[in-house]
């Protein structure tokens, strides 16, 4: 069982279409991030919230909109992807953002675009 | 560079050891973290280690942690079918917090 919840835990989208991610904690963490991870490689860091404020952005596309619409809640809208964005997506929330502060996954949405 | 490296693969027989080494770059990395991922599944914390001690203990599971060649290193006893995964180390870079994941180890489970 995995207190970081997400959904949906499948989804296979156009190239046009339009969709969301959706993220959910309630262990009270105040930080909470996306990752996508390709088959066999390590996860790779996509956005940071703390404190419900974006604070790291590692230079992502702009067809993907993090959204934090409140301490427990993290979205992902999804909009135009390319094939190569097929993935894995992993929520994960800490404590806080700080290196002392352990990061708990959710199990993911695997995403396959068409 | 920023590369935390692991070993891509270890088999072993059920009830022997596993041993699942890793090797990273930050000298004044904190903490240091082993996370399991099962097949369709998210990243489990397994357990984590300050960088002020030389051994953690939970169970079945033995972290050792020799700083001055940093690396890093997991033991299993007793390796069951569940244990199957892959293991993923990973540091906490102390001038950023951004955690680094090595590429992970996929432990293979032998009757």
């Known amino acids: 069982d995995t207190e970081v919840t997400q959904t949906p835990k499948h989804l296979v989208m156009g190239m046009t279409n339009k969709k969301s991610l959706k993220c959910e904690q309630h262990?009270?963490?105040?930080?909470m991030y996306w990752y996508k991870q390709k088959a066999k490689k390590p996860p790779e860091l996509m956005f940071v919230?703390?404190?419900?404020?974006?604070?790291i952005n590692e230079s992502v596309p702009s067809r993907f909109s993090p959204e934090c619409p409140n301490s427990s809640l993290l979205n992902l809208h999804l909009h135009a992807l390319q094939p190569e964005d097929s993935a894995l997506y992993l929520c994960a929330s800490s404590q806080d953002d700080s290196s002392n502060q352990p990061q708990h996954f959710g199990d993911g949405t695997r995403l396959s675009i068409l | 560079g920023e590369d935390v490296e692991q070993s891509l693969f270890l088999s072993v027989r059920e009830g022997d050891s596993s041993v699942i080494n890793c090797t990273y770059t930050d000298s004044s990395s904190t903490y240091l973290y082993w996370y399991k991922q099962e097949p369709g599944a998210g990243l489990q914390l397994l357990t984590y280690?300050?960088?002020?001690?030389d051994m953690k203990q939970d169970q079945r599971l033995t972290v050792l942690l020799n700083k001055k060649d940093k690396h890093l290193s997991l033991r299993i006893a007793d390796t069951q079918t569940g244990d199957s995964a892959i293991y993923f180390c990973a540091e906490v870079m102390n001038r950023d917090d951004k955690i680094i994941f090595g590429k992970g180890t996929r432990l293979h489970i032998l009757p």
């Open positions: 262990m009270g963490h105040r930080a």
């Open positions: 919230y703390s404190y419900e404020k974006l604070s």
């Open positions: 280690i300050f960088s002020n001690m």
